[in-house]
């Protein structure tokens, strides 16, 4: 009975309370190689681990790691590298306390329109693009006055579907040769999951049994940056992938929440659906393709102009084809996040997930030269967006608190940069993510553990006014030299009478002075800089991609900012609050940015030093880098105004000279 209730408690994450009931059931257990018996000590070893018994741990883990049950040895192995790895984050000097979950597995939630609706999004996407191709199939077929282009046409169709086709049911024994190849991904089984993660196992198990699936292939990455992937082409034959770093860096319910999140992804078809939503924008573009050949061709000027009519309302399809599974890709994770949040009724569980696995993704880039190529290279597949790692886990990574980490969600659900450039993330925003599954704890009655309450109403005391002020500014900011150019034209035209070079002379002097306009406002005056911290900027609700924030950040070099580019020019800056990316630019242009790399950036990686440059926030945050001195008195200038100035001055010059001189 005490084992039984034990268990219970400590699946529950009751974890003070199942203790004393493992630890009876172990002292009156009499056969210590019995199933139950080992059982009970790797419960025990993890609750000890929950509620930071760090010394009872490790002396049940070093007992465990001498057991000859090989699960159990793998166990206790994976156990202690998360025992000696760094503490997590603390709040006022105490370990930061996890917030409840429901008290069974299965839980009713509502959505509440977050996310959308999956069979709509499903359906219309789908269905506008068969609307699309068919349409652009018809204008083809009727308006080109010629037999070639057609069969050309339905040739090139017809192999894209083959080859779709043949690609959908063979990619998961590519993408298995793949992952062997670049990751040494481990097959494993359900029991083998069970000694790393048993609610994960448990999860697996109850889904599948649930939805009449078969098991997925269950895979393994060697690798401590934390993530998880699913990919096949039918629910039964779908493979679900998991790093190593997800087992050291989650704790056991975050992790489970993790395999339900992807489990969802197979039980709602999501591979099949964006399988064949691709095929039809691959099949918008090849009709643009054909249609713009075929309008630059010789012939019949009527059917010229069809073909680039065609060519053109294609592109606008395929563009609109592109959005629309973009968009698809977002809604199928809101959707993953509520199966997940349902099943295991723990959607306090995956909210710590995502923002542990950016911290996982911080702590892990800071301890290595080159990015992870396993992170870069799964960015579509994953659960999590690398490229926001850096500003949730770097808050995560100073402190657990609340009211930090939710500082840096401000961007994400209140800033319009972050819709817009959301529009080209096959991801939701991480902060609107927590906030859906804040929504779902706060039904089943559990407090949640990030204080989504107070951000959404610190965010409604932003000032309006200048967030989206500052946004639209940036918009026109972004097309300074064509508005400088066009601006030019007319008054060119205008004054032309006087003298008929101005009407070149004019439009050169406007595009020079929109180039010099939006230097100015990108890179404004460094001399303005002060030091700060690299929380301090990421948490800054106001912050633009375009409008640079002149800032000075003193820490330590601690890597390339290129994965897998052994000569990359760009740098990682680590300071006590986090790491941010150094972007460095040569006046000498890609050459320049390549015998940098190739030349000096190897000697400053673990140097100190100190940088100034303009900060920019997007979904990713980096520094356009000024200079940087090291701590042995080595200087490094950048110079991202240089050719803006090159080219607007040169331009204006070569104006004046044009109505002056010629």
Excluded at 20 to 48: G, I, V
Excluded at 106 to 114: D, P
């Amino acid at each position: 009975m005490s084992l039984e209730s034990g268990l219970n408690a400590a699946k529950q994450g009751n974890h003070q309370e199942a203790i004393p009931k493992l630890e009876e059931f172990c002292r009156n257990c009499a056969d210590h190689n019995s199933s139950a018996y080992l059982t009970a000590q790797m419960w025990l070893l993890r609750s000890y681990e929950a509620t930071k018994e760090v010394e009872k741990a490790r002396v049940l883990c070093n007992q465990l790691m001498q057991s000859e049950n090989a699960q159990v040895n793998s166990f206790a192995q994976q156990m202690f590298q998360k025992l000696e790895k760094p503490q997590e984050p603390q709040q006022n000097g105490n370990i930061y306390e996890k917030a409840g979950r429901a008290a069974t597995s299965r839980v009713s939630l509502a959505m509440g329109g977050i996310g959308g609706n999956l069979a709509l999004a499903s359906g219309v996407t789908i269905a506008l693009l068969l609307g699309m191709v068919f349409a652009l199939g018809l204008s083809l077929v009727f308006i080109i006055d010629s037999d070639d282009p057609v069969t050309g046409l339905g040739i090139a169709i017809a192999f894209t579907l083959i080859f779709n086709i043949a690609a959908f049911f063979l990619s998961p024994f590519l993408m298995d040769l793949t992952q062997n190849w670049l990751y040494k991904t481990r097959w494993v089984d359900v029991n083998q999951i069970d000694s790393l993660s048993p609610e994960s196992a448990e999860v697996i198990r109850q889904v599948c049994q649930q939805k009449n699936l078969k098991t997925p292939r269950l895979g393994i990455i060697d690798d401590q940056n934390p993530t998880a992937f699913t990919y096949g082409s039918l629910p039964n034959s779908a493979r679900l992938v998991v790093s190593q770093g997800l087992f050291t860096y989650l704790d056991d319910d975050e992790v489970a929440t993790v395999y339900a999140h992807e489990l969802g992804h197979i039980v709602h078809w999501d591979f099949a659906v964006m399988t064949v939503a691709s095929t039809l924008v691959q099949i918008c573009y090849l009709v643009y393709t054909t249609a713009r050949r075929l309008g630059r061709g010789s012939g019949n000027s009527k059917a010229k102009n069809a073909a680039q009519t065609a060519s053109l309302v294609a592109y606008i399809f395929y563009f609109i084809g592109t959005y629309l599974l973009l968009y698809l890709s977002r809604t199928r994770e809101y959707f993953a996040d509520h199966f997940a949040a349902e099943t295991t009724g723990n959607p306090n569980g995956l909210a710590r997930a995502l923002v542990k696995i950016a911290y996982g993704i911080v702590e892990e880039g800071s301890k290595n030269k080159e990015p992870s190529k396993l992170i870069e290279g799964t960015r579509a597949l994953g659960i999590y967006d690398h490229k926001a790692a850096s500003s949730t886990g770097t808050a995560y990574r100073v402190a657990a608190d609340t009211q930090k980490v939710g500082r840096v969600f401000l961007w994400d659900m209140f800033n319009p940069w972050g819709w817009w450039m959301e529009l080209s993330s096959t991801h939701p925003l991480t902060g609107k993510r927590v906030r859906a599954l804040s929504t779902y704890a706060e039904q089943i009655g559990v407090d949640t553990d990030f204080d989504m309450g107070r951000v959404i109403g610190e965010g409604k005391s932003l000032n309006k006014g200048k967030l989206y002020g500052n946004f639209f500014a940036d918009l026109v900011l972004y097309s300074a030299q064509t508005i400088g150019l066009f601006a030019g034209l007319i008054i060119g035209f205008f004054l032309s009478p006087t003298n008929s070079m101005l009407i070149i002379a004019c439009p050169l002097i406007g595009f020079g002075v929109g180039i010099l306009i939006k230097a100015f406002i990108m890179y404004p005056s460094y001399g303005k800089a002060v030091d700060t911290d690299v929380l301090t900027l990421m948490s800054d609700p106001y912050a633009s991609p375009l409008r640079g924030k002149p800032a000075k950040l003193a820490g330590k070099l601690i890597g390339r900012g290129d994965a897998g580019y052994k000569f990359g020019s760009d740098l990682k800056i680590q300071d006590p609050s986090g790491m941010l990316f150094l972007r460095y630019a040569s006046r000498f242009g890609p050459i320049g940015n390549f015998l940098f790399g190739m030349k000096r950036v190897e000697s400053l990686i673990g140097s100190q030093v100190g940088s100034t440059g303009w900060f920019r926030r997007g979904i990713a945050p980096w520094m356009d880098l000024i200079d940087l001195e090291s701590e042995n008195g080595t200087i490094v200038k950048s110079y991202h105004r240089f050719w803006s100035f090159v080219l607007g001055g040169g331009l204006i010059i070569a104006g004046i000279v044009v109505a002056i001189v010629i």
